[in-house]
């Protein structure tokens, strides 16, 4: 794959998707959020990949936002188009993805930063992150899903008063608010999204896409959480995994899923 702003590593069954635009502190263009898209798509295919790790490139920053300079001419209808192709593109495309995203935050993770993390499935930071969302400081508001994906991780209190405020939060408050599961030294941010996926790479894949949906479920407008969750749960019950699964537990072994 040939990227300009994105670079991919692949380590056994994991992928690490940089994003590597430094000059700019990563900030997210149109390229960038072509070239993720590709990323993210192509890997996602790939059987072997178990789990991706997105991470930006540097110790300053993951992700300082959309691009603003891109932005700042545009009109209404601009606007609506940017938020609603970076939407498609990139933002759910990574939530519903199959494949589980963790964001390892090394650095800035501003506004479309913030938003890229919250649409991984979870996130680890190093202590010299930090995150906001600072939309409303620009005159606009966060237009990449943090106005709802905030609130769903930090409750709704604390995102309007983010999203007010437009200030940072350290790492240490990220992990006190539950926006990151573990702060690490910035040398170990890799290290432990390594170890962290070396767990998940275990475990059966067909299962673990199947709670991502009915995880995901519960946040989606007009579906209802716990009727996919049922319905997938049943589903799995016909799988190969599942069986292999049990009958490992039974025959105290360890599973082999494909
Ligand atoms: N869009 C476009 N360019 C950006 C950017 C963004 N979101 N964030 C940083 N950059 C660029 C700067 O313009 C600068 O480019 P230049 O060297 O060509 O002038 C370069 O990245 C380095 O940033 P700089 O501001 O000089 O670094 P700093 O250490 O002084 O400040 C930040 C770091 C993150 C506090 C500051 O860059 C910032 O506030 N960025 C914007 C954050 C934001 O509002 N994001 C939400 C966008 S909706």
Known sequence: MNF?????EKKDSLAIITINRPSKLNALNKL???ELHRAFKTLEEDNLVKVIVVTGSGEKAFVAGADI????????NQGTELAREGHELLFNFVQNLNTPVIAAINGFALGGGLELAMAAHFRVASTNAKMGLPEVSLGVIPGYGGTQRLPQLVGKGKAMEMIMTATMISAEEAKEYGLVNYVVEFEELLPLCEKLASKIARNSSIAIA??????NANYTNCVNGYSVEIEQFGVSFGT?????GTTAFLEKRKPNFN
């Open 4 to 8: 300009e702003n994105v670079l991919i």
């Open 32 to 34: 960038t959020i072509e």
């Open 69 to 76: 300079s891109e932005f700042a001419n545009f009109n209404v």
């Open 210 to 215: 199947a709670a991502i949906e009915a995880i």
């Open 240 to 244: 190969e995994d599942f069986k292999e």
